[in-house]
Structure formats: C-alpha cells, structure tokens
C-alpha cells in the first residue's frame, strides 16, 4: 500500500430517493496534492466532499484516510476540514473568534491560540481586521476568513467547495493564485472542487473530470487537455471539434469525407470514433491546397485571436488563428498528424456536436448553479 | 427616483394607531390622576403609597409568578423548538398543529377546564388514586392541587407556552445547516454546536418568546382567580377596580400605569441582552 496516499475512496455509491449521485467511485488523493474535481453542476462533486468531511455516509464503499477506514467517525474526529460553497461564517463571532474556533475546541492555551490566529490572518492577508464583523466584510474578504478559519486547526486535508464561485472574475484571479501559493506554503492537500475549465487548469495537480456521479477521466491538467479520454471531457474542457471518423488501420482515420495520417493506434479495423482536433491547432492555408475546404460564415475578433466558424460539407468547425478571414472567404483546413485526437466511442458521442449554435454558452446560461450565485452576489 | 408616499396612504394606520393605542392609554393616564368628579388628583398614588405593604407584596408576587412561569416555558419550549427544528418536515407540520389547536381555544375554557383536572376529586386525583390503589391499601388522601400557586404557575405556562416556542422555532428553523456543519467540521461535538452555535443565534427568538410570555403573564386576572383560589395578583387588583365590586377607575388606572412602567423597565432590561438585534417574531 501506498504510504503516500491520504484518501482512498474505493467503490463509493450514494444515492438520494433511489436516484443514483454517486456510482462506484473510486479515487486516491496523495499527500500535499492539489487535485480538483471538475464537472458539471449536479455531477456529484459536492456529494463526494460530504463523504469525505463525514457528513453523508455513502450506501456502500470505503472510505480509508492513512490506512484505516473512516467510516462512521463523526465530521468532528476527522483531521479534514472544508470552505463551505457559501463561506459558512458565524454571524455572532468577529473575525478574530471564527477563526479562533477551532482552536479554542482544541483546548489549546489563549497565548497559541493567539498565535495562530494572527499567523493565519497573516497568511490571508487580514491583519487588522480582527474585531470586525463577518458580515461587514467584503465576498473576497469573507472567503479569506473562511481559509483562514479551516486552516488554524492544521488539517491534513482541506477540502474546498466551489470557494471562488461567488467573486468576480478578477477577485478571482487574485484568490486562484494566492490560494495556490497557500496550499504550497503550508503543504496541506487540496481537494477543490469547480465547475470551472480554466480554473481546474490553472491550478491543478492533478483533475478528475465526472459527469452524472461518474469519473470520466483523471489526469493532470495537460493529459486531460491533449488527451481526453471522451467526447464528454472533450467537449467539457475547452473548446474542441468533436467528428465522427473511422479508424481505417493504425495511424490512418478518416473523417470528413478524407483520410489523415494520425498519431493514435490499437483501434479495431474499421472501428467507429470520435476525433477531436482543438481549435488552435487548426491551420488555415489555402483553399486548394489544404486537404479540407470550408466556407467562413462567422468572424469573431477575441482581442489576440481570431474565431471562426467555418463550414465543411455541413459541419461546422471552430477555428481560431491570428490570421485575418472574411465572412463567406473560402478557405483551405489542414491538419498535422499530433493534433488529430482519436477517442473510442461513448454515450456521449451523440451528444456533442458541431459549432452551429455556440453550445458553451447555453450550458453557461442554463447552468441554474451559475445562475444563483450571480443572482445572489 | 423613488416616488414620495403621499401622508394620506399613511392615514388609516395613523388613525387606527390613534384611536386603539394612545386613545386607551391617554385615558388611563386621564384616571389615574383625576377624581371621581374628574378633578386632577394624586389621591390613588397616595392611597397606593399609604398602603405600600400590601400592594408591594401583590406586585412582587406577580412578578415572580409571570418570572416563574416564563423560566418554565423557557426551560420546555427550547428544547422542544430544537427538536422540532431538526425533524423531518411531516413531524415539524404535526407539531405545529399540537402547538397551534390550544391556542384556538378559548383561554376561559382553557382555563376552566384546567379546574376540573386539578380538583380534588377532579381527573388528575383520581388517576393517582387508582395508582395508590394499586399499591397501597392505605385511604387515598389526595393533595391539593388547585388552588395552589403551583396551579396559577401551570396555567400561565399552559395558556403562554405556544409564544415562547414558537419565536425561538422560527429563529433555529432559519438556521443555516452549513454553520452547525461547519462547527462541525472544526471539531465541534453535539453539546459544543448546540452551545457555541445553536443557542447563541436562537438569542433573538428567546428575547421575543421571554417577552411574549413575561408581559401577559405579570398582567394575567383570570388564571389567578380560577386556579390560585383567593390568591390574587396585580392584574386581579386590577379587573376588581373596573369590573369587580371596588368600583374605582382612578385606583385601577394608576396601578395599570405603574404595572406598565415595571414592564417597560424588564423589557429594556431584556433588550440589553438582545443588543438591539431585531425581533425574530415578525407577524
Ligand atoms: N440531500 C439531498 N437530497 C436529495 N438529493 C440531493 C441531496 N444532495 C444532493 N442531491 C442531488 O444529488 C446530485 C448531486 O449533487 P451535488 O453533489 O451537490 O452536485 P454538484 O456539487 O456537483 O453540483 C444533484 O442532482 C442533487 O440534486
Ligand atoms: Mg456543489
């Protein structure tokens, strides 16, 4: 057994009202890792870190954290603590007591208590506003003192739920970076939790992609992005053109009415996949000599880059290049062999398509998680 | 920009507050200090304050009985709001209803029936007396349980218990479960959340029930008289002035004003505790 595993999940279900949320999830989390578990909102993220804090039993499976299963240890005996999606600060407590909270449970004297707390505030940048009230304080400065509260007592692991959900873009910029450099500083695991692609990206030792309580694919950020195991982590991070292709032997797969060369083999003769091929790693050359022919029908300038829509035999691809293209131009596509990503087929293969509607942004707008917490902000 | 209210939307309420509120209390004042021919006068406060002894031990009683009671309803109503705040929603709609239907009743009933249990040949004593049958060959001497000020204590936390329950329910039930979860998460047991987070934040909701049953209780007429038989409190001393056979509006209205200003200093008392947090019993 692996001394440097802090928790292993092994085949966790859970369900609510016989409706499945978790289905036989199985994870490890190393020691002083930063892993984030990136889905949809109601894949079952938030579920697994109530496993894990203590505070939901799971139907079946284990839960072992440094070797012995937790099952049945109350949320208060676990050396794990956790930022609440909404911050979860005591409104009758200032500052100084909800960070001192833990600490004062721990019996420890006034003197190391004060110590701490003023270490802790420090780290989160709040000195000073010890006697303040938590509710006169700003959605950024709240959440620092949520860090602040959950990492005083030293827990192994820190489990964070959605933390930067309700701050604004740049605010959340700031705290991404400042969090990172905590979580290095102080050693602790990370277990975080996000709806967000590029956050997940940005800070992540390590992702795991589940959609309908399922783990669809675990790997660091850059595995994930180059080499996504379906059309749902596909699609789910960053942009991508997902087409139906077969894979004619190894190294060679044809989509869109041509044959590439390709990087990807072990596919079964004739057998059916998705390919995805990144927007950026599209080249645009052209028309004639390329090897695939489309029509721009839509120019989006996107401050470095260019995005287009451009229509090949009816699908519609997104590309992006700093090159300039008008509406209606005709253009050649051409493709390098490492930039061709064969995936095997999934239940999830019919469900994304091509760019005739801007998929990403209804999912933004109909993402009713999204939705209120801007309402509420 | 937001439009003006113009003064007459303000008017019925204006009115209403004129005419049920400061009306009564101006008349009060109006005979607490006039004679029978509507002289002004101090004759009562002079009255009052030659016979000292006895309105000072009437008064005293009925504070301690309404504190009496009022810690009583306390005691019972914050666990029982506690526990009905964490029940699944089925039993949280039964329990208000068990609260609610003796508070559709009318209180004289109420009252009146309580008479009945605690006689001495009433429900209660006869219940004991099969117990002691059961038991002892002894004659059944039963205690006396009405007219005692245990029953004026029981009748008042009867009648007033549904006002302390149901302020401090309201606050526990608005409770937000991520912070009893994260004192939790901090290493807080049952008894450190209940004491570090439930019952600092359910503050608000004791103030309103402490004072909801206080103020009735220290000003109550009729449970007195039908439970504590001869007994009689400040609110008796009171109803006799008016209704009863003493006959003297002047008297009664002056011990009204001075009942009212001992409740004003409790309930400022009080607010010192709630720190000017608001009223968790909005109506
Ligand atoms: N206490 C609960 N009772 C019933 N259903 C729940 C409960 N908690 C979560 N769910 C359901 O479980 C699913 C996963 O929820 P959750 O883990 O909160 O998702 P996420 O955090 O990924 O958005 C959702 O469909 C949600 O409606
Ligand atoms: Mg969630």
């Known amino acids: 057994m692996n001394k440097d595993i802090v928790i292993d999940l092994k085949d966790i279900s859970v369900a609510f009202d016989g409706q499945p949320v978790l289905k036989n999830l199985n994870l490890y989390i190393r020691n002083r890792e930063f892993i984030t578990l990136l889905g949809p909102s109601g894949c079952g993220k938030t579920t697994t870190l109530r496993v894990i804090a203590g505070f939901l039993e799971p139907d079946s499976g284990d839960v072992i954290f440094d070797g012995a299963s937790c099952l049945g240890v109350p949320p208060h005996k676990r050396q794990v603590n956790t930022i609440f999606q909404r911050y979860a600060l005591f409104p009758h407590l200032n500052v100084y007591k909800n960070v001192a909270f833990g600490l004062k449970l721990l019996r420890l004297p006034a003197a190391e208590v004060e110590r701490r707390v003023e270490e802790m505030l420090r780290t989160v940048n709040l000195t000073g506003f010890e006697r303040r009230s938590v509710a006169s304080l700003s959605g950024g400065q709240q959440q620092r003192v949520a860090i602040a509260r959950a990492l005083a007592v030293r827990p192994r692991v820190l489990l964070l739920d959605e933390p930067l959900g309700a701050l604004d873009l740049k605010l959340r910029k700031d705290m991404q970076m400042e969090l990172k450099n905590i979580q290095q500083q102080l050693g602790i695991t990370f277990i975080y939790v996000t709806h967000d692609q590029e956050e997940a990206l940005s800070m992540s030792d390590t992702i795991v992609v589940m959609d309908e309580g399922e783990i669809q694919q675990i790997g660091t950020p850059k595995d994930i992005y180059d080499e996504p195991k379906n059309a749902f982590v596909a699609d789910f991070i960053g942009e991508s053109n997902i087409v139906d292709g077969v894979m004619l032997a190894d190294f060679r797969v044809r989509f869109a009415g041509m044959t590439f060369q390709c990087v990807d083999k072990g596919f079964a003769p004739s057998e059916r996949v998705d390919v995805v091929v990144r927007p950026e790693d599209v080249d645009i050359v052209p028309p004639g000599s390329g090897v695939l022919q489309g029509t721009v029908t839509s120019v989006t300038f996107k401050g470095v880059h260019y995005e287009f829509i451009v229509d090949v035999q009816g699908f519609k691809w997104l590309i992006q290049s700093t090159d300039v293209q008008a509406v209606d131009d005709v253009i050649g596509i051409s493709i390098k062999p490492d930039e061709i990503h064969i995936m095997k087929k999934s239940k999830y293969s019919d469900l994304v398509g091509d760019y005739s509607c801007f998929s990403d942004e209804f999912e933004e707008m109909s993402n009713p998680e999204t939705d209120s917490e801007e309402e509420e902000e | ?283």
């Not at chain 2, 006039?34 to 009683?61: H, M, V």
């Not at chain 2, 109803?239 to 009204?256: I, M, R």
């Not at chain 2, 008392?269 to 709630?274: D, E, T």
């Open chain 2, 1 to 283: 920009m937001r439009k003006k209210n113009s003064p007459w939307l303000n008017a019925p309420y204006v009115l209403w507050s004129a005419l049920f509120i400061l009306a009564p209390l101006a008349l009060v004042a109006v005979f607490a200090f006039t004679d029978q021919a509507g002289r002004f006068s101090l004759a009562s406060f002079e009255y009052i304050a030659q016979n000292q002894q006895l309105y000072l031990k009437t008064f005293g009683d009925s504070l301690a009985y309404a504190l009496e009671a009022t810690v009583i309803c306390l005691l019972l109503a914050f666990p029982l709001a506690y526990f009905m705040a964490n029940a699944r929603q089925r039993t949280q709609r039964l329990l208000m209803m068990l609260i609610m239907v003796p508070m559709w009743m009318n209180f004289v009933i109420c009252t009146y029936s309580w008479r009945s249990i605690l006689e001495d040949h009433g429900i209660l004593n006869t219940a004991l007396a099969w117990l002691h049958g059961l038991v002892s060959k002894e004659a059944f001497r039963p205690p006396a349980l009405l007219d005692t000020p245990g029953a004026v204590v029981l009748g008042m936390v009867y009648n007033y218990l549904p006002f302390m329950i149901l302020p401090i329910y309201t606050v526990m039930s608005k409770l937000e479960p991520s912070l009893t979860e994260a004192a939790q998460d901090l290493g807080a047991n049952r008894w450190r959340v209940l004491e570090q987070v439930v019952v600092p934040l359910s503050i608000p909701g004791v103030v309103s029930g402490v004072t909801m049953v206080f103020v009735p209780s220290v000003s109550t007429f009729y449970i007195s008289q039908k439970l504590g038989g001869g007994s009689s409190l400040i609110g008796d001393l009171i109803e006799l002035q008016f209704l009863g056979s003493a006959y003297n509006f002047s008297l009664g209205a002056a011990l009204s004003l001075i009942l009212m200003a001992i409740v004003l200093v409790c309930m400022l008392v009080m607010k010192q505790f709630s720190d000017g947090e608001e009223s968790a019993f909005v109506v």
